[in-house]
């Protein structure tokens, strides 16, 4: 892992630490024939696993990143630092705005309205440029202060290995105690995705985000919020390029 990865480590830790296999609506049935949908029994248990590492998240990895977010707004001119702040707002908006585009492309698939659905799709691929744009912007403030941002990678680069190993323990340790409340397939397929966390996989949330320094373009537009309280979604972001940070 390079420098200027190492905080895409610390993102995707937190990313994959507050979703992975959680409360997941449906899985693989495991004979190539797609997905069915999981029993309510099984969503609501693993809800437990959610608050688990939602907790665990909140202890563990969120007051560090504040510090680091600290670190790179403290090297920063106020006027640099004002223009961040507007940046990270466009951001937060952003990603509520998706969010809630999210909610109602999923009704409208449940509801069977392809129309509606396909008009969602595309207002997704308008905010998809919007936070293109927004990288845009971004890219001379990542150029100014990469000093820091690399000094902040090598801090970031042995707490990401050791979160990776803690997290996987604790969601681990979980199963193990409510594997009662599962089927075999079902350990299966959770204990996988955990194994993933354990690696430092990425798994899709990289793909989504253009890979790792679409990770840091994430943290520098973060607002210093819980960012548990997404339930996946991770910190406000955005696809699209950063400049090489090396």
Do not use: C
């Amino acid at each position: 892992m390079t420098k200027r990865t190492g905080i895409a480590a610390v993102i995707a830790l937190v990313v994959v630490a507050v979703g992975v296999a959680v409360a997941q609506p449906r899985m693989h049935d495991g004979g190539g024939r797609g997905h069915r949908k999981m029993d309510e029994k099984t969503v609501e248990a693993l809800k437990g696993l959610h608050q688990t590492m939602t907790a665990w998240t909140r202890t563990n990895v969120l007051p560090q990143v504040r510090t680091w977010k600290s670190e790179l707004d403290g090297a920063m001119s106020a006027a640099d630092l004002a223009t961040l702040n507007g940046l990270r707002a466009r951001a937060k908006a952003l990603q509520t705005e998706r969010a809630s585009l999210m909610a109602e492309v999923g009704t409208a698939w449940k509801n069977g309205d392809k129309e509606a659905a396909k008009a969602g799709r595309q207002k997704m691929k308008d905010i998809g440029e919007k936070h293109r744009a927004l990288a845009r912007e971004l890219k001379p403030l990542a150029e100014k202060y990469s000093s820091t941002l690399k000094t902040i990678g090598a801090e970031a680069r042995p707490k990401a290995k050791e979160w990776r190993s803690q997290g996987r323990d604790v969601a681990m340790k979980w199963l193990a105690e409510h594997r009662s409340e599962f089927t075999e397939e079902q350990m299966e397929h959770l204990q996988h995705g955990i194994g993933f966390f354990g690696g430092g996989h990425g798994g899709r949330h990289g793909k989504g985000m253009k890979g790792k320094r679409g990770l840091v373009v994430r943290f520098m537009l973060w607002d210093g919020s819980d960012f548990t309280e997404h339930s996946g979604q991770g910190m406000p972001g955005m696809d699209g390029g950063l400049p090489n940070l090396r």
